[in-house]
């Protein structure tokens, strides 16, 4: 057996233990038996100065060596935390203000032309009229019967005088008989009779009473038949419940429409509303009158504000409903056009620093390294609120900062560092 390639294999084993698992201990022997001395051709004068070496440094130029003491150099900045404006980017849709098809309420033959569609149309303008038909006859029908019913009034009316007469005369006839009766000058037969004529003149008065409430009914159910003739002929005209535009064309001309059926449908565009959908997440920074933009697809802006925040979460989604008002007089924004929001909300403190400072701590958490009493290293964790070329914008951060620009990956907590301060960013 060869012994040359089983003594390699066992020296490379032991280097690559020695270089893996035991790294630090090496690099600290290496250290404390090499010691860094100058070339014997500089002179004391001339030596390199490090503090300036190290402010020179760039990002790809991270620190590997341990200084004097077993400290680490490292690039940090003095970070002041800014206000910015917290929005919230919405993607979404245009949407009529009113949109509803108009139908009619009574059936007939469509007569009038037909309106086309893109038409503008005014509120309570006519749309389509229909055949009024036999309406005419049956409202004239229901005017006479209301006409002979109010002349029935006064015929009960004079029933019910004569009644009275009546009864007053039968009282004076039992009066009488009364009198002579006890008197003993009539006998009792008479004024039983006269108290008879007396009660048949009562029953008399409460039919003619009976035949004025008669004569009343009868007026009221006339006049329900001319006010329902007259509402008939009132639906022979479709008319537009509000000013906007014709979506479709009317009914043509000679169309048998039936009650229910659509004579056109007209859309409002001004204002328009702006529709998105927000996140659980953010639903808490819009609030209805909140100033937002927007833009279209076509590049054409707006401006409004929140006008309608949902209370209920779409069960699919999970998202919350955000209408946005804008105005638009020249009516050039369509109904479903995409459109992208930015709802303004109260703005936040935040600082910005380069992407490359953040790190990730054993948890994973992510945060940055900040230098804290006694030059220590401090992970502190954040949350980034907004990406943009500049940097990042962090929260979660104290307002005054020094964070670990370069070097951070090489530290932990409670390691301390040389820093050399390079100017904020923001």
């Given at each position: 057996?060869?012994?040359?390639?089983?003594?390699?294999?066992?020296?490379?084993?032991?280097?690559?233990?020695?270089?893996?698992?035991?790294?630090?201990?090496?690099?600290?022997?290496?250290?404390?038996?090499?010691?860094?001395?100058?070339?014997?051709?500089?002179?004391?004068?001339?030596?390199?100065?490090?503090?300036?070496?190290?402010?020179?440094?760039?990002?790809?130029?991270?620190?590997?060596?341990?200084?004097?003491?077993?400290?680490?150099?490292?690039?940090?900045?003095?970070?002041?935390?800014?206000?910015?404006?917290?929005?919230?980017?919405?993607?979404?849709?245009?949407?009529?203000?009113?949109?509803?098809?108009v139908?009619?309420?009574?059936?007939?033959?469509?007569?009038?032309?037909?309106l086309?569609?893109?038409?503008?149309?005014?509120?309570?303008?006519?749309?389509?009229?229909?055949?009024?038909?036999?309406?005419?006859?049956?409202?004239?029908?229901?005017?006479?019967?209301l006409?002979?019913?109010?002349?029935?009034?006064?015929?009960?009316?004079?029933?019910?005088?004569?009644?009275?007469?009546?009864?007053?005369?039968?009282?004076?006839?039992?009066?009488?008989?009364?009198?002579?009766?006890?008197?003993?000058?009539?006998?009792?037969?008479?004024?039983?009779?006269?108290?008879?004529?007396?009660?048949?003149?009562?029953?008399?008065?409460q039919?003619?009473?009976?035949?004025?409430?008669?004569?009343?009914?009868?007026?009221?159910?006339?006049?329900?038949?001319?006010?329902?003739?007259?509402?008939?002929?009132?639906?022979?005209?479709?008319?537009?419940?509000?000013?906007?535009?014709?979506?479709?064309?009317?009914?043509?001309?000679?169309?048998?429409?039936?009650?229910?059926?659509?004579?056109?449908?007209?859309?409002?565009?001004?204002?328009?509303?702006?529709?998105?959908?927000?996140?659980?997440a953010?639903?808490?920074?819009?609030?209805?009158?909140?100033?937002?933009?927007?833009?279209?697809?076509?590049?054409?802006?707006?401006?409004?504000?929140?006008?309608?925040l949902?209370?209920?979460?779409?069960?699919?989604?999970?998202?919350?409903?955000?209408?946005?008002q804008?105005?638009?007089?020249?009516?050039?924004?369509?109904?479903?056009?995409?459109?992208?929001?930015i709802?303004?909300s109260?703005?936040?403190?935040?600082?910005?620093?380069?992407?490359?400072?953040?790190?990730?701590?054993?948890?994973?958490?992510?945060?940055?390294?900040?230098?804290?009493?006694?030059?220590?290293?401090?992970?502190?964790?954040?949350?980034?609120?907004?990406?943009?070329?500049?940097?990042?914008?962090?929260?979660?951060?104290p307002?005054?900062?020094?964070?670990?620009?370069?070097?951070?990956?090489?530290?932990?907590d409670?390691v301390?560092?040389?820093?050399?301060?390079?100017?904020?960013?923001?």
């Amino acid at each position: 057996m060869k012994l040359v390639p089983i003594l390699t294999a066992i020296l490379v084993s032991v280097a690559l233990y020695l270089g893996v698992f035991e790294r630090d201990r090496l690099l600290e022997f290496a250290q404390t038996s090499s010691p860094v001395t100058a070339p014997a051709d500089t002179e004391a004068g001339d030596a390199p100065d490090t503090d300036t070496a190290a402010a020179s440094g760039t990002a790809e130029d991270a620190p590997s060596v341990e200084a004097d003491g077993g400290v680490i150099r490292v690039v940090a900045t003095h970070s002041t935390a800014q206000t910015i404006d917290s929005a919230v980017i919405l993607r979404g849709r245009t949407e009529a203000a009113r949109q509803v098809t108009v139908a009619a309420e009574t059936s007939g033959l469509v007569v009038s032309e037909p309106l086309r569609k893109g038409a503008y149309v005014e509120a309570d303008q006519e749309l389509c009229s229909l055949d009024p038909g036999t309406r005419e006859a049956s409202l004239a029908e229901a005017r006479a019967r209301l006409a002979e019913a109010e002349g029935r009034v006064p015929e009960a009316q004079a029933a019910i005088a004569e009644a009275n007469a009546r009864i007053r005369e039968a009282e004076v006839n039992v009066n009488a008989a009364r009198q002579l009766s006890e008197g003993g000058f009539a006998s009792e037969t008479r004024l039983v009779s006269a108290e008879a004529v007396a009660e048949a003149a009562a029953a008399g008065l409460q039919r003619a009473q009976s035949g004025v409430a008669s004569a009343q009914a009868g007026i009221e159910a006339a006049a329900a038949g001319v006010a329902a003739a007259e509402r008939e002929i009132e639906r022979l005209i479709v008319r537009a419940p509000f000013a906007g535009l014709l979506e479709t064309d009317t009914a043509e001309l000679g169309t048998l429409m039936q009650p229910g059926a659509a004579c056109a449908t007209i859309i409002q565009l001004d204002p328009i509303k702006l529709v998105g959908f927000v996140p659980e997440a953010d639903v808490q920074k819009v609030t209805v009158g909140s100033p937002a933009a927007a833009r279209l697809t076509g590049g054409q802006e707006l401006s409004g504000r929140v006008t309608f925040l949902s209370r209920s979460a779409d069960e699919t989604t999970r998202t919350f409903r955000v209408e946005v008002q804008v105005p638009n007089d020249d009516l050039t924004v369509r109904d479903g056009q995409t459109v992208e929001m930015i709802v303004a909300s109260d703005g936040r403190r935040a600082h910005l620093l380069p992407q490359s400072a953040l790190t990730l701590n054993d948890e994973g958490a992510l945060g940055v390294r900040t230098i804290g009493p006694d030059n220590a290293s401090v992970f502190m964790p954040v949350t980034l609120l907004r990406d943009t070329v500049d940097g990042v914008w962090l929260t979660d951060l104290p307002d005054t900062v020094d964070v670990i620009l370069i070097g951070q990956e090489y530290v932990v907590d409670g390691v301390v560092v040389v820093p050399t301060f390079e100017e904020a960013k923001g």
